[in-house]
């Protein structure tokens, strides 16, 4: 139990267009959902938390109007990277947490954005 | 804020050996959590283990255990037996008692083990 799905994987892109993650909880309920990034060899960075109903909570340094964040529903939230540069290139991975769950966080699968 | 520090960004051990992980952190909660996360090169997050500060005893699953010390703020990772399929990224994290808390990640330990 406990599945998050993100999608899609993998996305290539030209420069200037924006470009919509989505996260799901497959299987539970999610009121609570955070977005990382992770450049090549170094660490998860928080962004964002996603809070079901409310407008994320951003980390310090990083662009609310580059990266929007929509938690509409319990089961999705989506991060959609705005007008992309190459510098937007990243791995972003997104986690929700499960009630009840013996892990406090379910991570998805990530995806890989690579803008050209 | 917390802050989670892991000081050896590359390790490897010989299969079948044993080997330690490194991970100290800094926090002024007395509720919290401790997690080793492996990243293999799937890049799927991955739960090795994990420890509640109140607990004294150690966590242990199968090949992994953790050697905590709450007064030092420590927490290693060993591995005992190492296979090749533990070749991955590992990452130490820290998350605070309750709900809606963060994961505060260290920088990672990239292992690499030999056959």
Redesign the interface.
């Given at each position: 139990g406990a599945v998050v799905s993100q999608h899609p994987s993998w996305v290539i892109c030209k420069s200037g267009t924006s470009v919509k993650i989505e996260c799901r909880s497959l299987d539970f309920q999610a009121t609570t959902m955070f977005w990382y990034r992770q450049f090549p060899k170094q660490s998860l960075m928080l962004m964002a938390t996603s809070n079901e109903g409310s407008k994320a909570t951003y980390e310090q340094g990083v662009e609310k109007d580059k990266f929007l964040i929509n938690h509409a529903s319990l089961t999705l939230s989506t991060l959609t990277v705005t007008s992309a540069h190459p510098e937007d290139s990243s791995f972003y991975i997104c986690s929700a947490e499960a009630p009840y769950s013996n892990q406090p966080q379910h991570f998805g699968d990530g995806t890989r954005l690579s803008i050209l | 804020a917390q802050t989670v520090t892991q000081s050896q960004p590359e390790m490897s051990v010989q299969e079948a050996e044993t080997v330690t992980l490194s991970c100290t952190y800094d926090t002024s909660e007395n509720n919290y959590?401790l997690f080793w996360y492996k990243q293999p090169p799937?890049?799927?997050?991955i739960?090795v283990i994990?420890q509640e500060a109140y607990k004294q005893q150690n966590a242990t699953e199968n090949r992994f255990s953790v050697n905590f010390q709450k007064a030092a703020k420590s927490f290693s990772l060993k591995i005992s037996d190492s296979q090749l399929g533990d070749t991955a990224?590992y990452?130490c994290a820290f998350?605070k008692h309750g709900?809606?808390?963060?994961?505060y990640?260290?920088?990672?330990t990239?292992l690499t083990v030999i056959p």
């Amino acid at each position: 139990g406990a599945v998050v799905s993100q999608h899609p994987s993998w996305v290539i892109c030209k420069s200037g267009t924006s470009v919509k993650i989505e996260c799901r909880s497959l299987d539970f309920q999610a009121t609570t959902m955070f977005w990382y990034r992770q450049f090549p060899k170094q660490s998860l960075m928080l962004m964002a938390t996603s809070n079901e109903g409310s407008k994320a909570t951003y980390e310090q340094g990083v662009e609310k109007d580059k990266f929007l964040i929509n938690h509409a529903s319990l089961t999705l939230s989506t991060l959609t990277v705005t007008s992309a540069h190459p510098e937007d290139s990243s791995f972003y991975i997104c986690s929700a947490e499960a009630p009840y769950s013996n892990q406090p966080q379910h991570f998805g699968d990530g995806t890989r954005l690579s803008i050209l | 804020a917390q802050t989670v520090t892991q000081s050896q960004p590359e390790m490897s051990v010989q299969e079948a050996e044993t080997v330690t992980l490194s991970c100290t952190y800094d926090t002024s909660e007395n509720n919290y959590y401790l997690f080793w996360y492996k990243q293999p090169p799937s890049r799927q997050m991955i739960l090795v283990i994990r420890q509640e500060a109140y607990k004294q005893q150690n966590a242990t699953e199968n090949r992994f255990s953790v050697n905590f010390q709450k007064a030092a703020k420590s927490f290693s990772l060993k591995i005992s037996d190492s296979q090749l399929g533990d070749t991955a990224m590992y990452f130490c994290a820290f998350m605070k008692h309750g709900t809606g808390n963060q994961f505060y990640f260290g920088t990672g330990t990239s292992l690499t083990v030999i056959p």
